[in-house]
């Protein structure tokens, strides 16, 4: 058959689980998948009170995503994907003993990532056995104690590694933090790494701070939100009620996205009774731009060439220009250096890389510029390139240049991504800590915090990889499979000799056996957590640096579980038998470690008073008073050069992307519903004319190669609405492309969005012919 004819064929055949869809986000789709979920997780027993607890002051802190909570509702805030979390934690289905003796740790490496999480909760201690290859129960005290036996008999401490996923509560992060660094250690390999460093490392050295610098009540306040590389329907559901309600005032919502996202155009709000019975929606995004993955520097570029341009024009027919000078002259240093490096930069340049027209860009500047106050929203799409770094400090650039930093209704939001990942960072977990606060770390419990630096992610893996590292213990997470490159990161995990998982949720990494691996179950957030003093509940921080109580109340999973704290301190006596920290009584009354925190961390003054308080508090974010924590005082203008992907043509770029039906790892089921895919992941998304170019055809087979023994092999071509030249794949299954090495050699963050590929009609296809 000719190739023309095949190609047609396959256009009007259908292909199995790919049909557009046309509705909304949200809607009455949602509200299906939430009772789908209830079902399928909790079935008719189980108490789904939790679901309509979630972000209340007096219920738990949704697990799903940083998106904080409107403190002006006290009615049920709905998210299907925060009912998905939820159900995920508080499901009916157990891995028991009996489920262990069942399966050996042979038999459940063949399991999908989705089978593993899906056979339930863990319910007691285990260890491999390697005598009968399953895991097999063990007290507590024995796992301690082996804990405390493997981490003792290292030759240096600096040989063990301590992840930390971003759903530890500020509590267990800081007693983690705090036991290992008596342990003598700094290795905080943290999921951040793999996140939003690139905020944590360039948002310091522009503005002086390392996070956001908005609240919630600034997006009422704004006259123009730009959305860049980041998809609210799935990962942040709560953030479209925001956007909706700001599109219906008005404000013009910018989106720069390769691919086109519903949660990010149309959304039916199942909270809006006349919505949800009407065949309308809200329209979100009031201009959308594809940019080429990769391409946002470029972009960015453009629009303060475009700015700079408009400005001139302005000046020269006697305006006051449209640069907030008294700002730029009060406030900030390195304008000089922005302007030359823009204006050398020229357009040809920058609409090949960012792939989007000259007009394009200046209608994006011309919105922006026309805005007295702009927020400026970004994810993954923006941090997780090799110049990741660079993109976070154009970002603030852009910001800078118009005052909109530190005034109401303008700044940087970056949409961070586990509950607690913020929170994490700002009770300790950092490979890199800072003198003031190892002093007061030290002064306060009476040890020796070490100072030399430690490992962030990629090195943690380089140095398991190389045996120099040979203990890892995980609180929470799912490292080996959230790391590129599997290849080498299961290698990396199979050389250990002591690996300890911290868990809700068996998964893949349990299944790289070290010499000794011990896996912990632990209460989830939803849960009751009774300690000596009673019961306890515990605190974390959002996305916009409020500090809030989060309460389970749910009957634990099983009556052998621990609570995160509990589990810290238990490792802690272990391995550190003459320790003089009151490990017990700390954990006997989290308020106690909550004065531990303030202590340490002076922002948490009245720590224990101020989050009893109904919605909490705000920590300061000097940025947000224009108060400037860089060494000179200022807000920093910084210049790079154009790097990036999306520079050569002809190259196909690929980003990796997260299903509606997923959360990280956890794949809770196999649909992408506004992305239109039901039933797989194995698709890859392309522009309908790259596949012409290839000879390809919409659902074709394809082989995807990005360099010796990294390919995606027979894989289905689905024609979406994508930029040109970019090509997308789901993570985790893409980290096979992506090479440990390949990553921003500022944050260290890999470059999960931008990998060099070559796609051809698959040779699996040639076989089956
Ligand atoms: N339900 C659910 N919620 C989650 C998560 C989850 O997996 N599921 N994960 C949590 C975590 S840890 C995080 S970090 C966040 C992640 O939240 P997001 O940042 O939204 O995550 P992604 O799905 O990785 O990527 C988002 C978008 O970036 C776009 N993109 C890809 N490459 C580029 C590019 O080069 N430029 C631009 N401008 N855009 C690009 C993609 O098309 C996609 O729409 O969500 C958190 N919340
Ligand atoms: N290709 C590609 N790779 C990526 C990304 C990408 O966009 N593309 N994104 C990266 C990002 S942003 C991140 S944050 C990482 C995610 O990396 P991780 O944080 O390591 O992974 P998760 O999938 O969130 O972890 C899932 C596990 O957490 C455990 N868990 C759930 N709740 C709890 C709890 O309350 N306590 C404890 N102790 N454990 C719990 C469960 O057992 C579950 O198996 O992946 C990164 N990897
Ligand atoms: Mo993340």
Same mark, same amino acid.
């Given at each position: 058959?000719?190739?023309?004819?095949?190609?047609?064929?396959?256009?009007?055949?259908?292909?199995?689980?790919?049909?557009?869809?046309?509705?909304?986000?949200?809607?009455? @789709?949602?509200?299906?998948?939430?009772?789908?979920?209830?079902?399928?997780?909790?079935?008719?027993?189980?108490?789904?009170?939790?679901?309509? &607890?979630?972000?209340?002051?007096?219920?738990?802190?949704?697990?799903?995503?940083?998106?904080?909570?409107?403190?002006?509702?006290?009615?049920?805030?709905?998210?299907?994907?925060?009912?998905?979390?939820?159900?995920?934690?508080?499901?009916?289905?157990?891995?028991?003993?009996?489920?262990?003796?069942?399966?050996?740790?042979?038999?459940?490496? =063949?399991?999908?990532?989705?089978?593993?999480?899906?056979?339930?909760?863990?319910?007691?201690?285990?260890?491999?056995?390697?005598?009968?290859?399953?895991?097999?129960?063990?007290?507590?005290?024995?796992?301690?104690?082996?804990?405390?036996?493997?981490?003792?008999?290292?030759?240096?401490?600096?040989?063990?590694?301590?992840?930390?996923?971003?759903?530890?509560?500020?509590?267990?992060?800081?007693?983690?933090?705090?036991?290992?660094?008596?342990?003598?250690?700094?290795?905080?390999?943290?999921?951040?790494?793999?996140?939003?460093?690139?905020?944590?490392?360039?948002?310091?050295?522009?503005?002086?701070?390392?996070?956001?610098?908005?609240?919630?009540?600034?997006?009422?306040?704004?006259?123009?939100?730009?959305?860049?590389?980041?998809?609210?329907?799935?990962?942040?559901?709560?953030?479209?009620?925001?956007?909706?309600?700001?599109? !219906?005032?008005?404000?013009?919502?910018?989106?720069?996205?390769?691919?086109?996202?519903?949660?990010?155009?149309?959304?039916?709000?199942?909270?809006?009774?006349?919505?949800?019975?009407?065949?309308?929606?809200?329209?979100?995004?009031?201009?959308?731009?594809?940019?080429?993955?990769?391409?946002?520097?470029?972009?960015?570029?453009?629009?303060?060439?475009?700015?700079?341009?408009?400005?001139?024009?302005?000046?020269?027919?006697?305006?006051?220009?449209?640069?907030?000078?008294?700002?730029?002259?009060?406030?900030?240093?390195?304008?000089?250096?922005?302007?030359?490096?823009?204006?050398?930069?020229?357009?040809?340049?920058?609409?090949?890389?960012?792939?989007?027209?000259?007009?394009?860009?200046?209608?994006?500047?011309?919105?922006?510029? &026309?805005?007295? /106050?702009?927020?400026?929203?970004?994810?993954?799409?923006?941090?997780?390139?090799?110049?990741?770094?660079?993109?976070?400090?154009?970002?603030?650039?852009?910001?800078?240049?118009?005052?909109?930093?530190?005034?109401?209704?303008?700044?940087?939001?970056?949409? /961070?991504?586990?509950?607690?990942?913020?929170?994490?960072?700002?009770? @300790?977990?950092?490979?890199?800590?800072?003198?003031?606060?190892? =002093?007061?770390?030290?002064?306060?419990?009476?040890?020796?915090?070490?100072?030399?630096?430690?490992?962030?992610?990629?090195?943690?893996?380089?140095?398991? /990889?190389?045996?120099?590292?040979?203990?890892?213990?995980?609180? @929470?997470?799912?490292?080996?499979?959230?790391?590129?490159?599997?290849?080498?990161?299961?290698?990396?995990?199979?050389?250990?000799?002591?690996?300890?998982?911290?868990?809700? &949720?068996?998964?893949?990494?349990?299944?790289?056996?070290?010499?000794?691996? #011990? #896996?912990?179950?632990?209460?989830?957030?939803?849960?009751?957590?009774?300690?000596?003093?009673?019961?306890?509940?515990?605190?974390?921080?959002?996305?916009?640096?409020?500090?809030?109580?989060?309460?389970?109340?749910?009957?634990?999973?099983?009556?052998?579980?621990?609570?995160?704290?509990?589990?810290?301190?238990?490792?802690?006596?272990?391995?550190?038998?003459?320790?003089?920290?009151?490990?017990?009584?700390?954990?006997?009354?989290?308020?106690? #470690?909550?004065?531990?925190?303030?202590?340490?961390?002076?922002?948490?003054?009245?720590?224990?008073?101020?989050? !009893?308080?109904?919605?909490?508090?705000?920590?300061?974010?000097?940025?947000?008073?224009?108060?400037?924590?860089?060494?000179?005082?200022?807000?920093?203008?910084?210049?790079?050069?154009?790097?990036?992907?999306?520079?050569?043509?002809?190259?196909?770029?690929?980003?990796?992307?997260?299903?509606?039906?997923?959360?990280?790892?956890?794949?809770?089921?196999?649909?992408?519903?506004?992305?239109?895919?039901?039933?797989?992941?194995?698709?890859?998304?392309?522009?309908?004319?790259?596949?012409?170019?290839?000879?390809?055809?919409?659902?074709?087979?394809?082989?995807?190669?990005?360099?010796?023994?990294?390919?995606?092999?027979?894989?289905?071509?689905?024609?979406?609405?994508?930029?040109?030249?970019?090509?997308?794949?789901?993570?985790?299954?893409?980290?096979?492309?992506?090479?440990?090495?390949?990553?921003?050699?500022?944050?260290?963050?890999?470059?999960? &969005?931008?990998?060099?590929?070559?796609?051809?009609?698959?040779?699996?296809?040639?076989?089956?012919?």
């Amino acid at each position: 058959m000719a190739k023309e004819d095949a190609n047609q064929i396959a256009a009007h055949e259908p292909i199995r689980g790919v049909e557009p869809y046309d509705g909304p986000a949200g809607g009455w @789709g949602a509200l299906k998948a939430v009772a789908m979920a209830i079902r399928d997780q909790m079935g008719t027993s189980t108490d789904t009170r939790a679901l309509l &607890k979630m972000n209340q002051p007096t219920g738990f802190d949704c697990p799903g995503c940083a998106w904080p909570d409107p403190q002006k509702t006290s009615s049920f805030e709905f998210c299907e994907n925060g009912a998905k979390a939820v159900t995920w934690e508080a499901t009916a289905k157990r891995v028991d003993v009996a489920f262990f003796a069942r399966h050996s740790a042979t038999a459940l490496w =063949e399991w999908s990532d989705h089978q593993l999480e899906d056979a339930g909760r863990l319910t007691h201690p285990l260890a491999y056995d390697s005598d009968s290859d399953h895991f097999v129960p063990i007290g507590w005290d024995e796992a301690f104690a082996r804990i405390g036996a493997g981490l003792r008999a290292l030759d240096d401490p600096n040989q063990a590694e301590f992840y930390c996923s971003g759903r530890a509560s500020n509590e267990a992060a800081f007693l983690y933090q705090l036991m290992v660094r008596a342990y003598g250690t700094n290795n905080f390999p943290d999921c951040s790494n793999m996140c939003h460093e690139g905020t944590s490392v360039g948002l310091p050295q522009s503005i002086g701070v390392g996070k956001g610098t908005v609240t919630l009540d600034d997006f009422d306040e704004t006259d123009a939100i730009f959305c860049i590389g980041h998809n609210p329907g799935t990962n942040h559901p709560r953030m479209l009620s925001t956007l909706s309600a700001a599109a !219906r005032r008005g404000v013009p919502i910018v989106v720069a996205n390769p691919m086109k996202e519903r949660g990010l155009e149309r959304f039916k709000s199942p909270q809006h009774p006349t919505e949800m019975l009407s065949p309308s929606s809200t329209q979100l995004a009031s201009a959308y731009h594809q940019v080429r993955v990769g391409g946002d520097s470029a972009m960015l570029k453009g629009m303060m060439k475009a700015l700079f341009e408009a400005d001139a024009a302005d000046l020269a027919a006697g305006g006051a220009g449209l640069l907030d000078r008294a700002f730029i002259a009060e406030h900030t240093l390195g304008i000089t250096d922005l302007r030359k490096d823009v204006e050398a930069t020229g357009w040809e340049e920058i609409t090949r890389r960012s792939g989007l027209s000259k007009r394009a860009i200046e209608s994006m500047a011309e919105i922006y510029w &026309k805005a007295e /106050r702009v927020i400026l929203c970004y994810g993954m799409g923006i941090t997780q390139h090799a110049n990741g770094t660079a993109n976070v400090q154009e970002l603030a650039n852009l910001l800078l240049l118009r005052g909109n930093m530190g005034k109401p209704g303008a700044g940087i939001c970056p949409l /961070r991504g586990h509950s607690n990942v913020q929170g994490d960072r700002t009770v @300790g977990i950092t490979e890199i800590p800072g003198e003031a606060m190892l =002093e007061r770390l030290d002064a306060h419990f009476g040890i020796t915090s070490p100072r030399a630096h430690g490992h962030a992610a990629v090195e943690s893996l380089q140095a398991m /990889r190389e045996g120099k590292s040979k203990a890892l213990i995980s609180l @929470g997470g799912n490292l080996a499979v959230a790391m590129p490159d599997p290849d080498a990161c299961f290698e990396a995990f199979r050389k250990l000799d002591l690996s300890v998982n911290i868990l809700t &949720k068996f998964n893949r990494t349990c299944l790289l056996l070290a010499k000794e691996t #011990i #896996i912990l179950p632990c209460l989830g957030r939803t849960e009751l957590d009774e300690q000596a003093e009673g019961p306890q509940w515990i605190t974390v921080e959002d996305s916009m640096s409020m500090v809030h109580a989060s309460r389970g109340f749910l009957k634990p999973a099983a009556s052998d579980l621990k609570s995160e704290p509990a589990i810290v301190a238990g490792m802690a006596k272990a391995t550190l038998p003459d320790s003089a920290i009151p490990w017990d009584w700390l954990v006997a009354d989290y308020d106690r #470690i909550r004065d531990a925190i303030e202590a340490v961390f002076p922002d948490f003054r009245d720590f224990n008073t101020r989050v !009893r308080q109904k919605g909490g508090f705000r920590l300061t974010v000097g940025a947000s008073e224009r108060k400037w924590n860089t060494p000179s005082g200022k807000a920093h203008f910084l210049v790079h050069p154009l790097t990036g992907a999306s520079g050569e043509e002809g190259a196909l770029i690929l980003t990796t992307i997260r299903s509606h039906d997923q959360y990280n790892t956890t794949i809770y089921g196999l649909n992408d519903r506004y992305r239109g895919i039901t039933g797989r992941r194995d698709v890859i998304f392309a522009h309908a004319d790259d596949l012409a170019d290839r000879g390809l055809a919409h659902g074709d087979l394809v082989d995807i190669h990005a360099g010796p023994g990294r390919s995606l092999n027979g894989y289905t071509v689905v024609a979406h609405d994508i930029a040109r030249r970019s090509l997308a794949a789901y993570y985790p299954e893409a980290n096979c492309l992506v090479q440990l090495d390949d990553h921003d050699r500022s944050s260290g963050t890999p470059s999960y &969005k931008s990998v060099r590929v070559t796609m051809a009609h698959s040779s699996l296809a040639a076989n089956a012919a």
